[in-house]
């Protein structure tokens, strides 16, 4: 009486399969052409094994970005009301993407995080729980921390630039940047850093933790602005170390 759950977990798989990698090359069409995007640090990414992703969060377009810079299946986190249409939380689900209640991480958000940290997943987390509204990072939300505690896998952070430029979120449509276009300030560009050992943030108190991961990932989105093609010089960023 098994056999057919079986079989569709295991055509399930393949379909999923399929679809990331379909997507995947449309995607990087797409942004390369219609944004183009520059990455780099790909190979700080491990094959394989659990990893925790954390990134600052610019715009809708920040998972399909971090999916292009690594490579690598990863799984996304999503608001369970995207989940309410029958089609679309197929479509979602086959891009590994699980529900959570809210946004940022909460409760529930960090023990959907380490039931896919323990099946062997890279997860993405934006730990400022939401996009930003000026551009700028701002503060990390403290269950980072705790998450970073409950969590033994790599921490890798993600720089993401120019995205918000391309589609802030009280915009609906997005600003194109194409390839051979002349220089504008929506080029995106994503950089990849190397692996964090998450034993060292959980030992330190909450508000260092949080501190030296900001800064971490702050780094990463300045290299991701020095990596953008051609940006207008009159391109500002706050001082090094700014803790909002």
């Not at 551009?135 to 993401?160: E, F, N, T, V, Y």
């Not at 950089?191 to 030296?212: F, T």
């Not at 780094?219 to 051609?230: G, I, M, P, S, Y």
């Amino acid at each position: 009486m098994t056999q057919p759950t079986i079989h569709a977990s295991r055509l399930d798989a393949r379909l999923s399969y399929c679809i990331y990698e379909s997507l995947y090359y449309v995607s990087a069409g797409v942004m390369t052409l219609g944004w183009s995007l520059r990455t780099e640090g790909r190979r700080h990414i491990p094959a394989a094994g659990p990893a925790l992703l954390i990134a600052n969060h610019q715009s809708f377009f920040d998972p399909i970005l971090i999916g292009l810079a690594t490579r690598r299946h990863l799984c996304f986190l999503a608001r369970k009301t995207l989940f309410k249409n029958r089609f679309f939380a197929w479509a979602i689900r086959m891009l590994n993407a699980v529900p959570i209640d809210q946004e940022g991480v909460g409760k529930e958000g960090i023990k959907t995080i380490l039931e896919q940290l323990h099946l062997g997943q890279a997860v993405v987390v934006f730990p400022e729980g939401e996009r930003t509204y000026d551009g700028q990072m701002h503060s990390l939300r403290p269950g980072i921390q705790l998450l970073i505690k409950r969590a033994q896998a790599p921490i890798i952070p993600i720089g993401i630039a120019g995205a918000f430029d391309a589609l802030p979120r009280w915009r609906s449509a997005p600003t194109p940047a194409p390839l051979f276009w002349p220089a504008c300030r929506a080029r995106i560009a994503v950089s990849v850093g190397e692996p964090m050992e998450a034993r060292r943030y959980a030992q330190m108190p909450r508000e260092q933790s949080l501190r030296e991961l900001f800064e971490r990932i702050e780094a990463q989105w300045r290299r991701a602005e020095r990596l953008r093609r051609r940006v207008p010089r009159e391109l500002k960023l706050p001082p090094a170390g700014q803790w909002s």
